[in-house]
Structure formats: structure tokens, C-alpha cells
């Protein structure tokens, strides 16, 4: 059975950082992309970063260049994902993603609404102002 497990989030202030997690299991972790994805409230879900399976290329949503970087340590089938400069605009529910290609039909990560990815509960972060 896959499972997938994000951790880090938390109720910060603007300018501050968080460093989101992600371990996977009853998967091949290095055989995934793997993404990150956010929801806010009464907005849909978005891509906000994709990372190939060895981590050499790497997707970033416009309003998240510069302050976020996702990465992978594939020996410890775990996603990474820090966000730095955090803004109230980033406050989501951020979920994680294995998807089997990291760009395809002109989606990262198999993109928001991905019925083949595997998808994780989320972790909750809260910027305020």
C-alpha cells in the first residue's frame, strides 16, 4: 500500500521560514516525480513546484521563484520543500505528490487534479501578516 506523509507546517509570520517534508512508502520513490501542491480556502488547487526523479529539473510557479526550493534525497524516499520569505499569500494546505512524469501534456507533476497521482493528506500552513 502507498503511502504518502507530509510533515513541517505551522503558523508563522510573514518574512519567516518553513522547511515541509514528505516520505513516501510502497512506492519506488526515485522512479516518481515528485510535486508540491497548495489549496487555499474557496481557491482551487495549484502546482507550486515539481521536481524530476534524480532532481535535476526542477518547476516553479512564478509567485514561488526565488523563495521556495523543493528537492529530493531519494536514499531517504523523502520531498523536501523550503519556503522562505514567507508571505499571507502562501497560507494553504500544501500536499505532496508522486506522479509518473514530471512534465506531460503540458502539466508538472501530473498536475493539480491528477486522478494517477498518489496524493498525501496535507500539512497546513499559516502565514499571517
Known amino acids: 500500500q502507498v503511502q504518502v506523509v507530509e510533515s513541517g507546517g505551522g503558523l508563522v509570520q510573514a518574512g519567516a521560514s518553513l522547511r515541509l517534508s514528505c516520505t513516501t512508502s510502497?512506492?519506488?520513490?526515485?522512479?516518481?516525480?515528485m510535486g508540491w501542491f497548495r489549496q487555499a480556502p474557496g481557491k482551487e488547487r495549484e502546482g507550486v513546484s515539481c521536481?524530476?526523479?534524480?532532481?535535476?529539473?526542477?518547476y516553479y510557479i512564478d509567485s514561488v521563484k526565488g523563495r521556495f526550493t523543493i528537492s529530493r534525497d531519494n536514499a531517504k524516499n523523502t520531498l523536501y520543500l523550503q519556503m522562505n520569505s514567507l508571505k499571507p499569500e502562501d497560507t494553504a494546505m500544501y500536499y505532496c505528490?508522486?506522479?509518473?512524469?514530471?512534465?506531460?501534456?503540458?502539466?508538472?507533476?501530473?498536475?493539480?487534479?491528477?486522478?494517477?497521482?498518489?496524493w498525501g493528506q496535507g500539512t497546513q500552513v499559516t502565514v499571517s501578516s
Open positions: 510502497g512506492l519506488t520513490f526515485d522512479a516518481y516525480a
Open positions: 521536481i524530476n526523479w534524480s532532481g535535476a529539473m526542477t
Open positions: 505528490a508522486a506522479a509518473a512524469t514530471y512534465y506531460s501534456g503540458g502539466r508538472y507533476c501530473g498536475g493539480p487534479t491528477s486522478p494517477t497521482n498518489y
